[in-house]
C-alpha cells in the first residue's frame, strides 16, 4: 500500500512544490511510523499466533549468520534492491524528466496511475 500511495504522492508532491519538499515529506511519515512501532509494538501477542509459535525458535543472531552466509540471498537481496532503488530513484524525479518547461505534464499523472494500478495488482 506504501508503495502505491508513493506512485500518486510523489508527482503531486513535486507537482504542487519541489523534489526537496517531497523527500522531507516522506522522511516525515518515514519517521512518525517508525516512531509508532518503536512505541507501540508489543514484545510479543497476548496469544500465540500458530501452532508453531508455540515452539522453541532459534537465535536470532544464528540464524542471521547463517542467512549472511548464503550466496544466494545475498544475490537475491542485492538485485531486488538494485531494481527497486533504480525504479524508485527514477520515478521520483520522473516529474522533473518530463516537463517541458516549469509546467507539470500530464504525462507524468498518467503514469504515476500507471504506476500505482501495477503495484497494487499483484
Same mark, same amino acid.
Given at each position: 500500500i506504501g508503495v502505491a500511495v508513493g506512485?500518486?504522492?510523489n508527482p503531486y508532491? #513535486?507537482?504542487q512544490?519541489?523534489?526537496r519538499t517531497m523527500l522531507i515529506v516522506q522522511a516525515e511519515i518515514s519517521i512518525f511510523i517508525a516512531i509508532l512501532f518503536t512505541v507501540y509494538f508489543p514484545l510479543r501477542p !497476548? #496469544? !500465540?499466533p500458530s501452532k508453531s509459535a508455540e515452539e522453541n525458535r532459534t537465535n536470532f543472531i544464528d540464524s542471521l549468520k547463517d542467512l549472511l552466509r548464503n550466496r544466494s540471498y545475498i544475490v537475491l537481496v542485492l538485485s531486488g534492491g538494485l531494481i527497486m532503488g533504480a525504479s524508485f530513484g527514477f520515478q521520483s524525479v520522473l516529474?522533473?524528466?518530463l516537463n517541458s518547461s516549469s509546467g507539470f505534464n500530464n504525462k507524468v499523472k498518467v503514469e504515476s496511475f500507471l504506476r500505482f494500478l501495477q503495484s497494487t495488482s499483484w
Open positions: 506512485f500518486v504522492m508532491l #513535486t507537482q512544490y519541489d523534489i !497476548p #496469544t !500465540p516529474s522533473v524528466i
